[in-house]
C-alpha cells in the first residue's frame, strides 16, 4: 500500500532505457517483486501480516483477485514495480510500488506510476486509490503532480496495515 520514492545517489541510468511489462506468472518476477517491497518496506517501516500475504503469493493475493503487477525492467533485470489491486466496482488501489535503491529519483517510479495510471483507465478503471505515509514525501509529491488529491478522514477505506497516515485518490 506504501510507495517508496526515496533521495538516492545520482546515476547515469535513464529511465528511457528502462521497459515495463506485466508480470509472468510462474517465472521469477515473483522473487523479484518481493525482493523489491522487502527493501523499501524495511528500510522505512517493518513488514506487516498483510504484506507477508501479498509478497509470499503475489499470484493469489492480487492476481487471482482481478489485479494487475507490472514490472520495470533493465535489460532482463527488474528494477521497479506496481501493482492494482481490485478493490470492486471500478476501483483499483495502486499498490506495492518500489525502485530497486540506486535508480530512485532517475524518473523511473513515474514511468510506473503513467503505466499504472494508463493501464487502470483500459481496464475501465473510474479511479485510483493508495495509502502512503508522510516519510515517504518524494512519493507524495508523485502522486500530487499526477493529480491525486488526499482524501479527508471520513472517506479514509479501512486498510490492513498500520504504516499509512495519507490517503489520496485519483479520478479517471
Not at 506496481?82 to 540506486?102: C, F, I, Q, R, W
Request: aromatic share 8%; charged share 20%.
Amino acid at each position: 500500500m506504501n510507495i517508496a520514492m526515496a533521495n538516492a545517489p545520482e546515476s547515469t541510468t535513464s529511465a528511457t532505457a528502462v521497459s515495463i511489462r506485466s508480470f509472468q506468472r510462474g517465472t521469477a518476477d515473483a522473487a523479484a517483486f518481493r525482493s523489491l517491497n522487502e527493501e523499501w518496506i524495511n528500510a522505512f517501516f517493518t513488514m506487516e501480516a498483510r504484506d507477508f500475504e501479498i509478497l509470499g503469493d503475489p499470484e493469489t493475493s492480487i492476481l487471482k483477485h482481478g489485479g494487475h503487477i507490472y514490472l520495470a525492467c533493465l535489460g532482463s533485470q527488474a528494477v521497479g514495480c506496481v501493482a492494482l489491486e481490485s478493490m470492486g466496482e471500478d476501483v483499483y488501489e495502486l499498490s506495492k510500488m518500489a525502485v530497486t535503491p540506486h535508480l530512485r529519483g532517475q524518473g523511473v517510479g513515474r514511468r510506473l506510476l503513467e503505466h499504472a495510471i494508463e493501464r487502470a483507465k483500459a481496464l475501465g478503471a473510474k479511479s485510483l486509490f493508495l495509502g502512503s505515509n508522510t516519510r515517504l514525501g518524494n512519493a507524495i509529491h508523485l502522486y500530487e503532480s499526477f493529480g491525486f488529491q488526499h482524501l479527508p478522514p471520513e472517506r479514509r477505506p479501512h486498510t490492513p496495515y498500520s504504516r499509512p497516515n495519507v490517503f489520496m485518490e485519483k479520478t479517471l
